[in-house]
């Protein structure tokens, strides 16, 4: 506590306005970084995809699923989004049922 807050500031319309566009900037960059680590999350190695997704071994994605599933480059490596699983999943559902997947 500074001891001031029992004084009345008055600002001026430029002042407010000022103050608000500052606070709506660091807001808005705020929910930006925030979608941007979101995404971060949704990116996973073909390994993960395997484990935790599909429930096959990496052999089985290589001669089943590969050439279908949508992949993102990422350097020289393949990487791969958690939310396209779902979708491409109900797309290959008759592929999915004879590998028992």
Not at 2 to 12: A, D, H, N, Q, Y
Not at 26 to 39: F, Q, T, W
Not at 53 to 64: Q, R
Request: with cysteine; hydrophobic share 35%.
């Amino acid at each position: 506590m500074t001891g001031m807050e029992g004084i009345p500031v008055k600002l001026s319309d430029e002042d407010v306005n000022a103050i608000a566009n500052r606070l709506f900037h660091l807001l808005a960059s705020k929910k930006a970084k925030e979608e941007v680590d979101k995404g971060k999350d949704d990116v996973i190695t073909q390994a993960v995809l395997c484990k935790e997704e599909l429930h096959c071994s990496p052999a089985t994605f290589n001669k089943w699923y590969r050439i279908d599933f949508p992949w993102y480059p990422k350097g020289s490596a393949r990487v791969y989004h958690r939310s396209d699983v779902k979708p491409w999943q109900n797309a290959h559902k008759q592929v999915l049922e004879k590998h028992q997947v």
